[in-house]
């Protein structure tokens, strides 16, 4: 007599969890992997691109995410001749997919820091704007933790930032966050931004130290692009001084805004943070703007879930550590 098949054991990386199959049949752990294939395609929005990012086969990728629909009984894609999107289901359990894996990435990190200290990447989200002064606080969580390596996105509009870190795809970002974006994050503060005008020496009477935002308004100006967190903040600032800006030219790159007033036919308006770390040359000068002193917050943002991510909460820990107000206000070098 045959002896009977032995239940399925348990593999490594199974979620505790276990469904049923349209037969009714008990089907064997969800894995993690099938919840990243689901994440994969729901990201990439193709099979083919979802499967090599994964680095499997498309049937393979295509096999584990029916199996993870029958576990769960639902269906979770729409499937026509292609990708035609994720079901309402699907939309809903892809948030918790993507943090069931974020948890799992945290608990093996957990793991790892406890070993040999802090290991793996941190994923670091920022505007174009943020990344001139991103240098200082990367500097000190790498030192802090040498085994960690850190990859910088820093061409993300505020929206993708806060997209991003609330579906785990970042662990941290530094941007402006406006009081109402604190939603499922911990928001904690850096540094403050002063605006100066930068300006072709041509543009400027020699005795200008200060000018006011108003006169600003009257020269021809290069700015960021209004999708920019940083734009929208210097458009608030013109409009609380009575005017409205329409630059001649708008660019979302930091090294092109310099590049543009360089030439001397335009003017711009910058945090100053960014003279340390680009210094202006030639004819063109920095004139700090008043009337009104504006100011902007900094800050950097990690998902509040908790425990969470070691490496997010240890870049915390080391860029609130450098005091980069009292940095920051120093007199620049001459």
Request: hydrophobic share 45%; charged share 20%.
């Given at each position: 007599m045959k002896a009977s098949p032995e239940p399925e054991k348990s593999r490594p990386g199974a979620v505790a969890i276990r469904g049923q199959g349209s037969t009714g049949r008990e089907e064997s752990p969800m894995l993690f992997r099938?919840?990243?294939?689901?994440?994969?395609?729901?990201?990439?929005?193709?099979f083919a691109r979802a499967a090599e990012s994964c680095y499997v086969s498309q049937p393979a990728l295509s096999a584990a995410i029916a199996k993870l629909e029958r576990e769960?009984?639902?269906?979770?894609?729409?499937?026509?001749?292609?990708?035609?999107?994720?079901?309402?289901?699907?939309?809903?359990l892809v948030v918790w997919a993507k943090r069931i894996l974020a948890e799992q990435d945290a608990f093996k990190a957990e793991v790892a820091a406890v070993q040999s200290g802090i290991t793996g990447t941190l994923r670091l989200g920022t505007e174009p704007t943020a990344s001139?002064?991103?240098?200082?606080?990367?500097?000190?969580?790498?030192?802090?933790?040498?085994?960690?390596?850190v990859q910088v996105r820093s061409r993300l509009s505020?929206?993708?930032?806060?997209?991003?870190?609330?579906?785990?795809?970042?662990?941290?970002?530094?941007?402006?966050?406006?009081?109402?974006?604190?939603?499922?994050?911990?928001?904690?503060?850096?540094?403050?931004?002063?605006?100066?005008?930068?300006?072709?020496?041509?543009?400027?009477?020699?005795?200008?130290?200060?000018?006011?935002?108003?006169?600003?308004?009257?020269?021809?100006?290069?700015?960021?692009?209004?999708?920019?967190?940083?734009?929208?903040?210097i458009d608030s600032v013109f409009a609380e001084s009575g005017v409205v800006v329409t630059p001649q030219v708008e660019t979302d790159s930091v090294a092109s805004l310099y590049a543009h007033v360089g030439v001397g036919e335009w003017a711009s308006i910058v945090p100053h943070t960014w003279l340390r770390a680009m210094p202006v040359i030639g004819r063109?000068?920095?004139?700090?703007?008043?009337?009104?002193?504006?100011?902007?917050?900094?800050?950097?943002?990690?998902h509040a879930a908790t425990p969470g991510s070691i490496a997010a909460r240890a870049f915390v820990n080391a860029a609130t550590g450098l005091s980069l107000d009292a940095f920051f206000d120093q007199p620049l070098p001459t």
């Open positions: 099938q919840l990243e294939y689901f994440v994969a395609v729901a990201r990439e929005r193709h769960l009984n639902v269906t979770l894609i729409n499937r026509g001749h292609n990708y035609e999107g994720l079901t309402p289901e699907g939309e809903r001139t002064t991103l240098s200082l606080p990367v500097a000190a969580f790498c030192g802090a933790h040498p085994l960690a390596k505020a929206k993708t930032l806060l997209r991003q870190l609330r579906e785990f795809e970042l662990d941290a970002a530094i941007s402006h966050f406006a009081p109402e974006d604190g939603e499922s994050l911990q928001v904690v503060p850096l540094y403050q931004e002063r605006y100066v005008l930068l300006a072709s020496g041509d543009q400027l009477m020699p005795q200008t130290h200060t000018m006011t935002w108003a006169e600003a308004a009257q020269l021809p100006l290069a700015l960021l692009t209004p999708d920019m967190r940083i734009r929208q903040l063109t000068r920095a004139v700090r703007l008043v009337a009104p002193d504006a100011r902007a917050q900094v800050s950097v943002a990690i």
